[in-house]
């Protein structure tokens, strides 16, 4: 890959800036994925990547995308025509919903304004109202990619509790594993989505499933047809330090040297550190004169921030001329915010000089592409990274 | 991944031996995925991976292992209930049983003694016996990588057509693919299932869908239930340079490299070199007294060799001898084969003197073994490697 | 080495950020030394050089570091007792005459403020007076890395012409080849001594020597004592393309990269971002009210830029703080500088955010240390970076 | 670097093929070469590197080839005019005398046939003569690497020690070192000289000095001049966890990862394994019916075999053909005997089955090249690697 001068700034959403490190560890040469060093690996990994899912219980690892990890999630728990409860809380969202109903199921999608996270309100009033326990599973996205929206999921948990409804709890932590708090057993998570390329700090090609013992049980009146992503072979193989199809070996490197690095910061230092990269973010934004897609003061991203641009201006020019001037990518609008919305990544392996980087260039952006803003925008910033 | 002395020798078939250049290209730091220059990269690698694939249509690139290609084949083009004809040719003919009966489908199991590929004459007669056709596809092997036997798939591609049979022809080439000669389009394949980690050179986390218009038309009323592995959104999507869900980019980097590296050497040099080594294996088999697996002269696989031991001799402990005292993987004896068969690859990236390394290791295993055998084997080997 | 959180920003006057692509190309497979590949790799390496340094002469390459380079130089041209005529420009300049007086050299230093580069007047006069031709060489630092000011060698050159005078220019580039317009042959130097790491990109390991005939020449009848430093058998051996003793392969693969990074964006736009990078890094300085140590401005560095801190401040407690809370390295102050100079490397392979957020370590850095600041800084340099 | 299929096979005696971990580790980050991290490298390494000398003191590290480490030896110890003691053991002892000569030493240099090492008894006998002690050093080549011949140290020590005799003992290990026994404190050597792209695994870059208490105090007296390679500022800085001027960084990175290699297998089961293949390499000489350059049972090398080829047979032919047809790269003949003699390098990270293969491409190699040889020299060779 030919590549502009100095390091590109990857601050989209994901993928994010691979360290070095996991890079480095992955190219190792591939070795025989059933000999005796493969199971040992296997082991570490398996063990090593629990407590970044906050679960004790068993995690799944597969060669695909998160895309794939979700299609994991439904063949293994649901049947055909089964329903689901899910909402509009964005594009991804809109995404699950879909295929879902590719799968042969049926979902009942609460709609929204892409600018809020799941209600839990609405899930304890729908699940209240659904006497016969016709839905069969509450399928929220944790971090919305498209809207730096988090919904509070120990909040939907609890509206669940509160229904005495039996559904299934299946969470997409996409973007926000290993960047946001999440507590998959303390929660009650039956199934937790999550792919490798955004906190995992690594390249995509990996998909993700913790399951809890509900959902194992499920998984055994579950018909909806499975071979690839079926849970029990994979676990039978894991037993023995093996996977059930080839596993992605290199990959396997890298997320073990990623499960290192998070380990060496500590998860509660490294989700302190997404917060305040949001929070110095939000007060870029803020001195900008600009303003974020989230509403909901307690659902800002840690991991990402979507910002509106003014009437007028197209989100997609002022990507490109970031791009081309400043070697540094944004994320776009997605779905119905293509245009209107920029989104910055602030996820995955970064530092305070690194955001402030990325802030000047947007600034800068913002500045070259005539949107009319306020140039204090960095230097609020910097004012919050300056503070312990 | 501590390494012990020396270079470690992966002779197992498949993940084979990466060479340093693809782990170089696969350490490149990930880009943005819908970004202009990952469109430049889609492109690149979806034309040059055709002619590997020895087609001009569309070959579609998944994370997934080639199981999930398997998947993908069969959920693309098949319906519940539908019936395919296959052949118990070894271990992972066995497996794609499975998987399609997993999946909901009837299959024709034809019987075999895993020692000779597929029967055309059997093709041909069960094809002309469904007056009806019953039978929506025709599921075949080329190179059973348990077994080092080569199907013959233009004769198979040929008793079809003498029964006049609509059967799909779906192929599986996950261990020939860039090692032994496979020619999609000019045999007739509707779906060519392959996958990352053998004669491309690449490690593990790529599966490959190589697809004829028929296949296409079958797409659009096959009913299985799909979302992950349906062709139609990925190829709209690779029109424009993109990918339906994130695609596996430090994967792509490597099969871009590995792609340059094929067509340096040139296909066909490659598969005579593939060739020479099988023959200078197949000598040192013979020169040791032993025997090969496959039984018929025309279907030994160029790209590794299965090898029976005598009766007494477990070929378990003699792989664990050659591991840990020549640093050198041998594949195991799979499925029924287990103890008493040991596989050596030389596909991939493999040149005359790694192959005599191989085969030394090989002989003198086989002595501290206790193994009876005839030390000429090396010796023969050598005589075969110096003809032209 | 274990890595703290996100990318290090070595904002030091080099070694430089190396870009990955050199990394990636210095870790492919050592080569033998005296085979075909290896000379091919010695032209193209030799050849694509030259530019850099403004020459169509021969360059040579040591595995040393840039002092071994000024050693060569010395060793090369002089005999015991000659006289040279050395400028107090900074801690390098001081260095080097220790050097010479170490080799058995006399040296003429004339003295400075570490705030000026050479003089040309000072030149012109000191040469004029040497009647007898008594001093064989001037000795100039071209941009002192201790200091910021880069001379005006030209002007130099111009001083020792109008005076008439045979003695050769030996012309330290360490901290401006690759970053700061230079021009070997078109300015009559007769000796340019550089190494890897700065401009370069690369990591430290190598020395480089230009020269003219008249270096050449002078080689004949210089009798300091030499061996591994002498051209002779290395010219000798490069045009056969090899190395009279074994060159550091994988730095030479680096080189080569790295040569083709320079090729790639274009020397003449490579100093212009040099020098806008500069000036974008004083307006900075100034906002934040704080004085570069630079006195004249026809001398500013394109390559770095020195500050002064007030009275009462300790530059090297600010730059522990930089580097423990922001991960990022500084320069410190040389000799007599230390703990009231700091200094900021933007050379190499260096872009706009990269700076941006360099300079917002610097100020958050000053404002955490006590130093009474002007917030603007930031917001200068960044308005100095929109322009084009 | 373009590379041809598969692994080259790097079997010349230095540079040796380099573990691909040492690759990895080169290729992180440059840092701060006078930060706290860079500190705690130069010690871990300092610490590191003196069990593979066997020595308590100080080693030194250059940004040199073995040839700068050479020049460092004497311009540290001797002066203009001093009077030494060499050997013609071969080409690199003829080249060491030469250096000697250019740097102003008077070289007494015992005449040899090149297949023999230092004759203790000659230096007992040299020494003896010197009643006035004008002899100031004893030049011995450890390892001819031109010759594959092991000078007996530890004899020349006691020979000087007989003699009563105070000179020197200067050694080059450039072959030897981390392949073959060598004790710099046991034998009471002064100066062992040393690179680090043969038994330490690394390319080529870093020259090394071990210096004993008597060298340190030579040092005070000697005044050849010298500045570069002068060790006091380098110790001086060393103590501080820096280097006098700026070191090859990654380089460094890669040693301090052969050190941990070296270390895990433990140096005693290195020197062990080196003997073993340099014992199967022989059989394979003596199976083909040929001859090895070295005369002396006692001083075959371990590290690398030289191979006299029948009269009327063209050595450099023959390794022409060997690198185009098998990728594989033997050693030349160097100095009279070129054309004559080729070497087998096994040495460095090497095992058996590397071992077999390069045998095997000899074996294969001669027999194309009408060399007339037995074919049983591979079977004799596998004969030897498989007892314990």
């Not at 910061?265 to 110095?280: D, K, N």
């Not at 947007?362 to 230097?379: K, S, W």
Request: charged share 20%; net charge negative.
């Amino acid at each position: 890959m030919a590549q502009p001068i100095g390091r590109h700034f990857l601050q989209i959403p994901g993928p994010t800036n691979v360290p070095d490190r996991v890079l480095r560890a992955m190219s190792a040469p591939t070795i025989d994925h059933r000999g005796p060093e493969f199971a040992a690996l296997t082991r570490e990994v398996l063990s090593a990547v629990r407590p970044v899912f906050g679960t004790s219980g068993p995690v799944l690892i597969y060669p695909s995308s998160g895309t794939g990890a979700w299609e994991a999630a439904l063949v293994n728990t649901l049947s055909p025509g089964d329903r689901v409860l899910a909402f509009e809380t964005g594009h991804f969202a809109t995404l699950w919903r879909e295929m879902a109903e590719n799968l042969g199921l049926r979902v009942d999608f609460m709609p929204g304004d892409w600018r809020r996270g799941v209600d839990p309100e609405v899930v304890r009033q729908r699940l209240a109202d659904d006497a016969d326990h016709e839905i069969k599973a509450v399928c929220a996205v944790h971090n919305e990619t498209s809207t730096a929206v988090t919904s509070r999921i120990e909040e939907v948990r609890r509206a669940i509790d509160d229904a005495a409804h039996p559904a299934l709890l299946l969470v997409d932590t996409i973007s926000s594993l290993g960047s946001v708090d999440f507590r998959h057993d303390e929660w009650g998570v039956d199934v937790t989505i999550s792919c490798s390329q955004k906190g995992l700090m690594l390249p995509p090609g990996l998909g993700f499933n913790a399951i809890s013992e509900k959902a194992l049980r499920a998984r055994e009146s579950a018909t909806l047809p499975r071979s690839y992503w079926d849970w029990g072979p994979i676990l039978a193989a894991n037993e023995r330090g093996f996977f059930h199809s080839t596993p992605a070996t290199n990959l396997l490197y890298g997320l073990l040297e990623a499960l290192r690095m998070l380990e060496e910061e500590g998860l509660p230092e490294v989700f302190r550190r997404h917060r305040r990269h949001a929070a110095a973010t939000r007060a870029a934004v803020r001195g900008w004169g600009l303003e974020t897609l989230c509403l909901d003061e307690r659902e800002h991203s840690p991991a990402l921030t979507a910002v509106l641009l003014p009437q007028g201006h197209d989100a997609d020019a002022f990507r490109g001329l970031v791009l081309n001037r400043f070697n540094m990518s944004l994320g776009a609008g997605l779905g119905k915010l293509a245009g209107t919305v920029f989104r910055i990544g602030h996820l995955g392996d970064f530092n305070d000089v690194s955001l402030a980087g990325t802030l000047s260039g947007v600034q800068m952006g913002l500045e070259l592409a005539g949107v009319p803003i306020d140039q204090g925008g960095i230097t609020a910033a910097l004012r919050v990274l300056e503070e312990a």
